[in-house]
Nanobody, 124 residues
Framework: QVQLVESGGGLVQAGGSLRLSCVAS????????MGWFRQAPGKEREFVAA????????YYADSAKGRFTISRDNAKNTVYLQMNSLKPEDTAVYYC?????????????????WGQGTQVTVSF
C-alpha cells in the first residue's frame, strides 16, 4: 500500500513556473513507476509525465514536452514536476500516481495508487 500526498499547486500568471512535489509513504518507493496526471473541469484525466523505477527514464505527453520536467529522489520518497512556461490551458488538478509495473504507459487504469490532487491555476 502506498499513500501519496501532493503539494506545490497554486495560482500563477501565464509564462510562470511551479514545482509540484509528491511524497510517498512506505519503504518500496524506488520499486514504483511514478507519474503525473491532470484533470481540467469537464475533461477526462490525462497523462502528463512519468519516470521509471530503475534508470529514471522519463516520458512526457506532447503538451508537456520542452516545458515540464519530472524527477524523483528515492532517498526522500519524492517525485517532482517542474513546470515552466505555463499556459492557461495547463489549469487543472494535478495528480501524482504510482504504478507497480514498468513505465511506458500513459493509461490512467494502469496506475495503482493516487494522491488527492493539487490545484494549478494559470491566469492570462
Amino acid at each position: 500500500q502506498v499513500q501519496l500526498v501532493e503539494s506545490g499547486g497554486g495560482l500563477v500568471q501565464a509564462g510562470g513556473s511551479l514545482r509540484l512535489s509528491c511524497v510517498a509513504s512506505g519503504r518500496a518507493f524506488s520499486t514504483y513507476t511514478m507519474g503525473w496526471f491532470r484533470q481540467a473541469p469537464g475533461k477526462e484525466r490525462e497523462f502528463v509525465a512519468a519516470i521509471s523505477r530503475t534508470y529514471g527514464s522519463t516520458y512526457y505527453a506532447d503538451s508537456a514536452k520542452g516545458r515540464f520536467t519530472i524527477s524523483r529522489d528515492n532517498a526522500k520518497n519524492t517525485v517532482y514536476l517542474q513546470m515552466n512556461s505555463l499556459k492557461p490551458e495547463d489549469t487543472a488538478v494535478y495528480y501524482c500516481a504510482a504504478r507497480k509495473g514498468a513505465a511506458g504507459t500513459s493509461m490512467v487504469s494502469e496506475y495503482d495508487y493516487w494522491g488527492q490532487g493539487t490545484q494549478v491555476t494559470v491566469s492570462f
